[in-house]
């Protein structure tokens, strides 16, 4: 099993930055990829980022060119840079592995309002 503590949401006014962390656990070398899901009230969860062990990203497109994923080199931290932060990015926010294949966290909410 894996576990996951998401970390780092706050409000922030629009255009702002925001980096949230993922401390992971667990059987972290069963992980072959990670990503980052956000979701709000009355909606599915959606995919937002994602990285594989050869570092390759993929991003949806509400996001892609504003958000970066990374991580370190053991999975123990994946990272989710958010710049030029809009209304609709508000939700909260987790992250999982494998597709996701594990329990969810207690996630980090992000607010953006002015």
């Known amino acids: 099993q894996v576990q996951f503590v998401e970390s780092g949401g706050e409000v922030v006014q629009p255009g702002g930055s925001l980096r949230l962390s993922c401390v992971v656990s667990g059987n972290i070398d069963s992980i072959y990829a990670m990503g980052w899901y956000r979701q709000t009230p009355g909606k599915q969860r959606e995919v937002v980022a994602s990285?594989?062990?050869?570092?390759?990203?993929n991003y949806a497109a509400s996001v892609k060119g504003r958000f970066a994923i990374s991580r370190d080199n053991r999975w123990s931290t994946v990272y989710l840079q958010m710049n030029n932060l809009k209304a609709e990015d508000t939700a909260v926010y987790y992250c999982n592995a494998n597709g996701p294949a594990f329990d969810w966290g207690q996630g980090t909410q992000v607010t953006v309002s002015s």
């Open positions: 990285i594989t062990s050869d570092g390759v990203a």
